[in-house]
């Protein structure tokens, strides 16, 4: 790619104003600002993908300028107040930067847009001094020909994310933000949601909420891995998959990628064969398995949820997402009963996941503090699937499983391991990042393949056979 410029979009008469944030908008800040600098992207969510036959780039440039008018978290700052606590301002006026790029070889088009993606995706965010949107395109042939747009955690989750892109294409066609605006009827501005979060409806979610988490936490087992004494991480256990860095004894959490396109099958069969969602039957290898390899018979998993059950928040482009625990005895049982039982959990669970997490956190302290013994919820599953970023998707022979050892994060304090769901293309890809001195990467490796073995051989039992 040559020829790099930068257009700036004037946006003013926008929406404003200023308040406290919103329970997403807190939770995501603190948990970005506790991780090293240059972990902080890894937070950030992304989409892009190729725009065919193409588009003239003053309609993307309007369109932009309208997504502003339409959303408010667009547009929307986080800074703390003088009490400590997290503020939101919601600009009326400002500019946002789209960089263009020129690529003059088009069949070079797929690659320049993968490594454009990936560029912007590892870009951080200063939320207090900037918007929250980077946006770049590629322009060939006088057209454009690749979108990417990046945001940080604080400004949107995955179901929010999918809620803009589809704005941005709606608008790129010929619609309107009032037309959109009242399609989207009801969808509250994070301000709106701030406001609510303080009602008294509002304050009997967040009660409920963390009753119920807190319920589980006295409730799951004390502690799920042993953690044995010894040397560190002693490396991959294949060298041809190693990361040049894996042996450095600083990048301490190795993060694994195994790519299934037979799993992206077989879930599927699986969902439909025992009436569950296929979050749940992936919710439900992922504690099998943590059962099987830590030597107990229950499972407790943070799982990280998309709060969209009030029809108020259904449309809206913002961070909802929460976190619920889910207690799973006997998950080392008959796995065709435990996804019917995962997937009741789940839905239950759903319903008590909006509340104040960091409430619910000073709440943890204080009975850590009075020595209340409390559950290990170290370990976290996240189905990402909803956000797809093209040309991302890991190499690999078609039909063929693959694992791969991307990058090393730093050290997370608590976390035994964290295991994302992740669409790639036609295949179903697990990302998991683990304390490797609980999890090394042998035990990671047999971790993964046994969320795959788990899945596949139930679809082969229902009488289905998944074929890539």
């Known amino acids: 790619m040559t020829n790099r410029q930068l257009l700036e979009i004037p946006f003013t008469s926008g929406r404003s104003g200023v308040g406290p944030a919103t329970w997403g908008q807190r939770a995501f800040w603190d948990t970005i600002r506790a991780l090293a600098p240059a972990d902080r992207p890894r937070y950030n969510v992304a989409g892009g993908a190729p725009i065919d036959p193409g588009l003239p780039l003053p309609v993307l440039v309007d369109a932009l300028a309208q997504l502003l008018r339409l959303h408010d978290s667009l547009r929307t700052r986080l800074f703390p107040g003088k009490d400590g606590q997290l503020l939101q ?125 807190l319920r589980k936490l006295r409730s799951g087992p004390a502690r799920q891995f042993p953690r044995p004494a010894g040397p560190p991480d002693p490396g991959p256990a294949d060298p041809k998959t190693a990361h040049p860095e894996a042996a450095d004894p600083a990048a301490r959490f190795p993060n694994a990628v195994l790519r299934s396109p037979a799993l992206a099958i077989a879930v599927e069969q699986v969902a439909a064969g025992h009436r569950a969602s296929t979050s749940s039957v992936l919710l439900a290898a992922v504690a099998a398995m943590t059962a099987r390899m830590s030597g107990s018979n229950d499972a407790l998993i943070d799982v990280v949820v998309s709060n969209r059950f009030l029809p108020e928040l259904a449309n809206s482009v913002s961070a909802v997402a929460g976190e619920v625990l889910l207690h799973l005895p006997d998950a080392d049982g008959e796995f065709g009963a435990l996804v019917r039982r995962t997937h009741a959990a789940a839905l239950g669970g759903y319903l008590n996941s909006y509340y104040d ?43 063929a499983t693959t694992l791969t050892w991307p990058v090393d994060f730093e050290p997370r304090p608590g976390l035994t391991y964290a295991l994302d769901a992740v669409q790639s293309g036609e295949a179903l890809s697990l990302a998991m990042t683990a304390d490797p001195a609980v999890l090394p990467r042998p035990e990671m490796e047999r971790f993964l393949y046994g969320v795959e073995e788990t899945v596949l051989s139930e679809a082969r039992a229902l009488g289905q056979v998944p074929t890539a």
């Open 357 to 399: 997490r960091t409430a619910l956190d000073a709440q943890i302290a204080e009975l850590t503090a009075e020595g209340v013994p409390l559950a290990d919820r170290s370990c976290v599953f996240n189905d990402v699937r909803e956000v797809v970023p093209p040309g991302t998707d890991a190499p690999g022979e078609p039909g």
């Open 89 to 213: 301002t919601v600009d009326a006026e400002g500019t946002l930067t789209l960089e263009v790029h020129s690529c003059p070889d088009t069949d070079g088009l797929p690659e320049a847009g993968a490594r454009l993606h990936r560029e912007l995706s590892a870009r951080t965010f200063d939320t207090a001094m900037e918007w929250p949107l980077h946006v770049a395109v590629i322009e060939a042939d006088g057209l454009v020909r690749y979108a990417t747009l990046a945001l940080p955690h604080t400004a949107v989750d995955g179901a929010g994310m999918n809620r803009l892109v589809a704005d941005l294409a709606a608008l790129c066609l010929g619609s309107t933000p009032a037309e959109l605006a009242e399609l989207r009827v009801p969808a509250r501005q994070p301000l709106e949601e701030a406001e609510f979060q303080r009602s008294p409806r509002g304050a009997r979610r967040d009660s409920a909420g963390r009753r119920e988490f």
